[in-house]
């Protein structure tokens, strides 16, 4: 089974953490295939680089569509274009958010969601208010970290990180809590040691999940939303 | 003041149509400026299209800003890319889906939605979930016309469209119908008239709640979720 | 365009002030048309008050409908009487809580209200939920002060609204403030430069959107509950 | 344990129908006392009525208060002026909507109601919206007659509930039918009956969910939206 | 009428409270028949012993409905088995959770749940979920003690419920006060008493709301998914 | 990987089917341990049914936590127990209808269900709007057959099956069809091309799913609702 594993942004760095991350967690008959986004912002911080971050992303869909392969994680936890990806793309597309707050419902009544930068707070509530679990979420935090700065050894990001994990532990009453941005995928074996919670990394997560839509032969409905583009 | 009526596709006779509309119902003191998408699909029909148009409609928002542009009218029915045109303009963005089902809902208890193809019914589903107003639309349906046939005159569109919203009428129990598409606009009066319903149209709409906005000296948050883009 | 701002309280300095607010941002071409409520309560506090407004809310609403009003904002955040007063009447009728919360949503992913007393905090929070926009709203607050101490001046209550704001603005993590009382409608543009976060007042937004609903040739549907009165 | 049942609308027919109903159900100790509404519409069929009823409905139940009432039925499935009657009266007071659909989902997973005219159909759904039942309502539904149809013998009334009733059963896959008009209370047992399934009064069960809430010493919060109204 | 009053856990000292509850605030023509679990755990904290106390709790509904009883409350507070238990009896069965925040939003706008253990809290958080009354209630709180500290004399765990009710009336912003577990039933008026808000037991609420239906010829509804076990 | 899945009831025919779907789709280091429940139904049809099943459900639950058991599939649509089974169980532990249902939401906008008999839909609505996936779901519907109906040869129960499928597709506007009962695991191919829709089966999405859990090192969470039962 062959997997595209694509983070949106142009960053190479956090794509190879990403990548390593997915290839780590799956399963041995499992091809990931790395991309990074073509055109695309360094990071993506809000709507607008969610926005310039999709052209690029759907192209190198359509690409995979060309080249057999058989699912599709998009690893930014904003869920960029996930319904432009699943018309041009005939297997599976997951974005990580959605991957991840499904998997932290399965295995816990309540999460909390810790992200980067504050901006992104909104735009996950909404995302996670769409998904249906918003009475399962207890709050979506911010580290007030830049996404790039998860790049840079030495900029005290990951103890950020775990500093508002550990607030989430301590005042929202959650069982489980989600980490709200692909980047933070290498961190979370140190952070569930660190902080005691399971801790649920999207990436991985999500490429387990396709796996397991195509091993049941499951692929993207083309009745109704889904279908092809028409025009292209 | 000065608003900017932007139709995401690329479709000049479709924007002619849509400024028209505007400019017939914008109030004295306004101007509006008609813009078309560029590099855009020729009519917006599922969420690739929608992906494709936004960067053009971005680069057009972010001239608007520089020229002054008071408030920004997107007509198209998807609604598409507003949050990160929020992000890169100062003034109020409104998209015609999220303005026509506000003000259906001050006029009525429950509306129906009349689009064109059935692949965009699920789409306006989730953006009136998005919006809080799933409990007050009837039902989203579709005339089942490509958008563009709302552009040829002998298509029998709007003859389709019309039937759409008798069997709305008749079927639904709603007390007003909102038009689905931002090619529709021309034809809310003829379709009042016909029909005996309550015909809203998106277009017209937002153009006036813009002005609104504007009158009442509201901008765009920049607190927050829509904070002008970081990187750009 | 002639436009019914009507304060359903009994209190005269408080309709001069929301007349004076509705007048000043409304368009040029608009007559604002103010009153007060007859045999009304000197203030709406509660739903008692409230429904002791009413009937003299719809005989000044009957009125306006033979005057050839063409819109009506019913000045009382508690929204009183909406659904009985679309029924006299032919042209759009707003409430300004609606007005308010949906323009929030236009311009910010989440707002806050801070109203009058305590005891109206779950009446908005019903009327939010209503509207659908529990999502949308952080938290609705209240500045512990009688709806007429907004009258006196030295009261102290302009000051109490201004903190409680800031309070919104430093827990409620909030991207807009609600001004939950229409005798807050002169404190806009003060309580916007104190605390630096977007300040909306429903009167003034709720005169623009009727100018807007009225311009687009909407008027209330009479198809189904906002009939004209059968007995009457 | 004396019970106020209150007819809001000023049809003496029908109050005596409606207080029949209740001391047929009530318990051997309970005094149900009836009254009419004073000034107010034949019958409610709609917001205006509904509006138009509430003063003298909170003239009685003040003067209740005084007369050491112990709690008060809403004998209008419109459940008009609740909270202000909450706000005015010491004990419990119960809309007869709102105890007909609690009750209804305490023995049915699904109910579906059939009131009068269709235009009280978006109101019984707004009332359901608030109560949180909506997942637990098929259908509301109309059986088109005027509400006081109900009180002319020979009048057809009757034998269109029961077909409604009917339809309901056979489109709805409900398990139980709730009455959505206090007119219709003497015909429970008649319509259980012919169409066989549990069919719900809402008076009935009102006037004994009063008792209940009386009976284990339940009182109206005072802490909050229902405190005693400030200026009266 | 015969109400059986079946407290699902094995410990006779809390069914002999329970029933003491019931009996004390039950109607004069009422005969509580008090019921430990048969084979169960001897506290339900958490799905594991709820699901263990079910099997023995269906059993003596069996006997139950030959023994010609008219209604049953079943009193724990995580509603065990209901569904389960309205399949095998005639008459109304009402769990202690439903009947008292269904009690609670009669009475008030909002209310808080104070229970025994952490663990529950998500457990009444769905159930209320499931109930459509999120949305009236403000917060489910544990005060930390196991249930059968509440048979414990000297035990301090009253105290430590009365300290949570006074931490909800400061924090919550409620208007009434939800008694998480049937232990807690003899505690209500002295927790009225301590805290001066209204406390809501759901023992003797659910007695009297099943008198209240069974008053109105009530029985669950056998069509759908109450109807008899097929294969029993 | 070891995964047990384990059908509630006891007929060993449905089990020997679900193990085989399973199986089929599990990856290649994965071993399925099937088992059949005891002391149990011969099928769950109803809350009874489910009631019944728990407790041998719970004793072989425990049983595999000390065989070393990485995950476990509660193969019945009702997903029974399944908050019991994560408190007695380390590892992930998922329903089939859970399972299902957020597959189908992640490759379709909308699904319908279609499930044995009748009394099993309003079971299974609950259980989607628990999960949060009711403006996903259009339809829950029943092809009217006893669940041990698929097991017999010749009952007509597949081309049932079917037909709903059918009626789902041309009546409901669905983009996928979600098996409501384990017994038509086996059909799923045969429906698939018999419909032209893709359908999912919850058997083989929740062993893959398990299989993704674990394969992230993701466990219950054992803060909170699902830690050790305490007693025990």
């Not at 207890?138 to 990180?161: D, H, W």
Request: proline share 5%.
């Amino acid at each position: 089974m062959k997997i595209l594993v694509i983070n949106p942004n142009s960053t190479a760095s956090m794509t190879d953490k990403i990548v390593a991350s997915a290839r780590q967690k799956a399963s041995a008959g499992t091809t990931i295939i790395g991309a990074s986004g073509i055109n695309a912002p360094a990071s993506i911080q809000g709507h607008y680089d969610e926005a310039m971050s999709v052209p690029g992303l759907l192209a190198r869909l359509k690409q995979a569509e060309e080249e057999g392969i058989d699912g599709v994680v998009v690893a930014c936890f904003d869920d960029p274009g996930i319904g432009a990806c699943r018309e041009v793309f005939s297997g599976p597309v997951l974005g990580i958010c959605e991957a991840a707050v499904k998997a932290a419902s399965m295995i816990s009544t309540s999460f909390s969601v810790v992200t980067t930068l504050p901006r992104s707070v909104p735009v996950i509530e909404e995302l996670i208010h769409g998904y249906g679990l918003s009475h399962r979420c207890r709050r979506v935090r911010s580290a007030a970290i830049p996404v790039l700065a998860l790049e840079e050894p030495g900029s005290g990001a990951r103890e950020k990180v775990r500093d508002e994990i550990l607030r989430a532990v301590h005042e929202d009453n959650c069982e489980a809590v989600v980490l709200g941005c692909a980047g933070m995928a290498d961190l979370t074996e140190w952070l569930t040691e660190e902080t005691g919670i399971p801790v649920i990394d999207g990436v991985t997560v999500a490429t387990r999940m396709v796996e397991a839509l195509v091993g049941c032969g499951l692929k993207t409905s083309k009745i109704g939303a889904y279908a092809l583009p028409i025009q292209d």
